[in-house]
């Protein structure tokens, strides 16, 4: 799933490329990925694209006095293209087709179609309900910031820094890759963790995510990719040395992912059970 880097990178790719473009018309290829009925989305036509923006894990194309909020999940895609004639691939959700015949196309990789848009004036746009109820955007934030946002109330750690009414933009690759970085256990109640943790994890946010961004502003413009190439210490790296301190990285499996995590950097040794089994035993 693109993260806050990588969807940063892109708007602001977006913006540099498409500002100043009118939107020819607007296409829903794939109705059912509209969320909402009025303005309909032909409105956008005749509109001037100003900005796309991004806040949190949502991605936010201005034209005119209208915005088109889109929420990509784990396999939607939005990008720059030049659309052959004819019907589009069955991937296509929705397309904006400017005035130099390019496409800023939302596309769904997956057949469940969880990629979501909606089209809202930008008048009263913060009261947007996916908008609304995002937490802080996670670089600068402050430790005692991180503390009141991931412990009120209490959570699972690996779960309280994906939770975007928490703090917004952070999702599997980037928490566990913050967690390595500050040495912290992915499985502790936030409530429990001891007072330096806060310090270690406002660090390792602001670290992490900016080398992130640096590195995706060099390969991400104007599409995103359908694979992602990121560069990552403990996410997808199960069973290669911890490059700090050389023990085998373990992991534990939920039910649709896996969570990679250093035994020795970050629990002290103790190693997780599987989440599944214990879904299982339950
Ligand atoms: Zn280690």
Redesign the pocket.
């Known amino acids: 799933m693109p993260e806050l880097p990588e969807l940063e990178a892109l708007a602001e790719g977006l913006t540099a490329e498409i500002a100043g473009r009118r939107v020819e018309r607007a296409v829903a290829w794939s109705p059912a990925t509209l969320r909402t009925a009025e303005p309909p989305l032909e409105a956008l036509a005749g509109g001037e694209v100003r900005a796309v923006r991004r806040r949190g894990k949502l991605m936010l194309v201005e034209a005119g006095d209208l915005v088109l909020v889109m929420h990509l999940m784990s396999s939607g895609r939005l990008g720059l293209t030049t659309p052959p004639k004819g019907r589009p691939p069955r991937t296509a959700g929705i397309g904006l087709v400017l005035d130099d015949g390019r496409e800023l196309r939302l596309r769904e990789l997956s057949t469940r179609r969880r990629a979501s848009a909606s089209l809202v004036p930008v008048t009263g746009l913060e009261h947007h309900p996916q908008l609304a109820r995002l937490g802080p955007e996670p670089m600068g934030l402050t430790a005692p910031e991180w503390r009141e946002r991931l412990t009120a109330p209490p959570g699972v750690l690996q779960n309280a820094l994906r939770e975007g009414r928490r703090v917004a933009g952070v999702g599997r690759c980037y928490a566990s890759e913050i967690m390595w970085a500050a040495r912290l256990p992915p499985l502790a109640r936030t409530d429990r963790l001891p007072d330096d943790a806060w310090e270690r994890l406002a660090a390792a946010a602001d670290q992490v995510l900016g080398a992130a961004l640096d590195r995706a502003r060099e390969r991400i413009t104007t599409n995103l990719p359908d694979r992602e190439q990121r560069l990552t210490y403990v996410h997808g790296h199960f069973g290669e040395p ?1 490059l ?4 085998s990285l373990a992991r534990v499996g939920f039910s649709e992912y896996e969570l990679v995590y ?1 035994p ?3 629990t002290g040794g103790r190693m997780y059970a599987d989440r599944r089994m214990s879904r299982l035993l339950r």
């Open positions: 911890c700090r301190c050389g023990t250093c020795a950097c970050q």
